[in-house]
Each structure stands twice: as structure tokens, then as C-alpha cells.
């Protein structure tokens, strides 16, 4: 393990900087590792120890797993960052075209970051799937008819960018996709499940158009 946990980034650093070994990275930075049952060798001529790149498997597997926590912390810091802000995370929602902005948040070099808007010919369907659900109580089998019979766009392949068809899915995917509401909104699924709805991170305005 390493001493002198005061040091923030060690883990990152000994696990991706430079050529060195680790070992010689931790050293670097101030730390040390114990945990070898592996005896130093010994310089022939002067029969002092001599560093070992040779660090056990159990200290390359913690730190290693250090870095790997302190990258999805950065990550989900980031990503909470951008949503609170009113920016888009992830797939965007049927209804809407990205548009890419550039920040410049005080003291970091200038980034992109994707806004939604409307699409006037798909906003329609999402308008007519919310109605016929609320004021029709239309179940989703018959929103899909509905929305085949008037001839609305049916949602893009993801992989291709073609026009696809509707399913039962898709229209559900308008229906739970908290992102109509005008906010933007993240972390409602973790590892695949379903995530508290008190746990989502929201923006603090409404961002987009409904």
C-alpha cells in the first residue's frame, strides 16, 4: 500500500505517468509502498540495495483500483457539472437536434457542450403521444397506431441515422423520458437499474423547449 495519502493523485499519476516503474513513480512523488515480500537485490560491487521495479500484484491491484474510483468521481463530477447547467448527456431524445455550443468557464480553456432543440416535425409526435396518454388514456399499442396512421416520423437508427418504425419501446422511451419536461436530467440508471428518482441530478432551470 502507499504512504503519505495526503498527496492527491498519486494513484493516477503511478498508474499512467511517464515510462518509470511504478515503483519508481510512487517514489517520485514522496510515497512509499510496502507490502513485498520480495527481496531487494543488491548491487554486486557495492553491496548496497538497489531500487526494485518489481512491485507486488496485490499493491498494483489497489492502486490500480485507486485510479479507477478516482476516474469515475472525476467522471460523475463532470457530468453533474454539465447537467446543472442545462447541458445534454447521453442519447438525445426524439423531438430534438443538438446544438453544439462553446463555454468558457472561468479559468479552463474553452470547451463544447451540446444544447437540444426542437425539431418542428418530430416535436408533433411527442406533442400528440403526451395528449393522446393524458387526455385520451391511450395505452402505448394504441399511441403507436396512432402515431402510424397520421404518418409522424418514426425515431432514427442510432447506428445508420435511417428512419426507423414504431414500437410499443419507442413511444414508452418518449413517455419516461424526463427530458420533455424542458430540464435536462441524469444518473437514472447505474450499471444498467433503475436509479431513486430522489438520487437524479437535474438542471436548475428549465434549458430547452417542451
Known amino acids: 500500500m502507499t504512504t503519505n495519502p495526503n498527496l492527491d493523485g498519486v494513484a493516477r499519476w503511478a498508474a499512467t505517468a511517464g515510462r518509470r516503474s511504478l515503483a519508481q513513480r510512487v517514489a517520485a512523488r514522496g510515497a512509499r509502498l510496502f507490502g513485498s515480500s520480495k527481496r531487494r537485490p543488491t548491487d554486486e560491487r557495492s553491496g548496497l540495495a538497489t531500487d526494485s521495479s518489481e512491485v507486488p500484484w496485490a499493491v498494483r491491484q ?18 453533474e457539472e454539465m447537467v446543472r447547467a442545462g447541458f445534454n448527456t447521453g442519447a438525445v431524445p426524439y423531438g430534438y437536434r443538438p446544438r453544439r455550443v462553446r463555454v468558457s468557464p472561468s479559468g479552463r480553456r ?12 418530430e416535436a408533433i409526435a411527442v406533442k400528440l403521444t403526451f395528449r393522446w396518454r393524458t387526455e385520451a388514456g391511450l395505452d402505448t399499442g394504441a399511441i403507436r ?5 397520421a404518418r ?11 428512419e426507423g418504425v414504431w414500437t ?3 413511444v414508452r422511451a418518449i413517455l419516461c423520458n424526463p427530458k420533455y419536461t424542458g430540464r435536462q436530467v441524469w444518473g437514472r440508471r447505474h450499471h444498467g437499474r433503475r436509479v ?3 438520487q437524479w441530478v437535474w438542471s436548475d432551470t428549465w434549458v430547452h423547449r417542451r
Not at 474553452?110 to 416535425?121: A, F, H, S, Y
Not at 397506431?145 to 396512421?149: A, E, G, Q, T, Y
Not at 409522424?152 to 435511417?162: F, I, K, Q, S, W
Open 62 to 79: 489497489r492502486v490500480l483500483r485507486e485510479y479507477h474510483t478516482a476516474t469515475l468521481a472525476q467522471a460523475r463530477r463532470g457530468s
Open 152 to 162: 409522424c416520423p418514426a425515431p432514427r437508427d442510432p447506428e445508420t441515422g435511417l
Open 168 to 170: 410499443r419501446a419507442a
Open 196 to 198: 431513486p428518482r430522489a
Open 145 to 149: 397506431r396512432h402515431l402510424i396512421d
Open 110 to 121: 474553452p470547451r463544447w457542450r451540446t444544447r437540444l432543440v426542437i425539431e418542428p416535425g
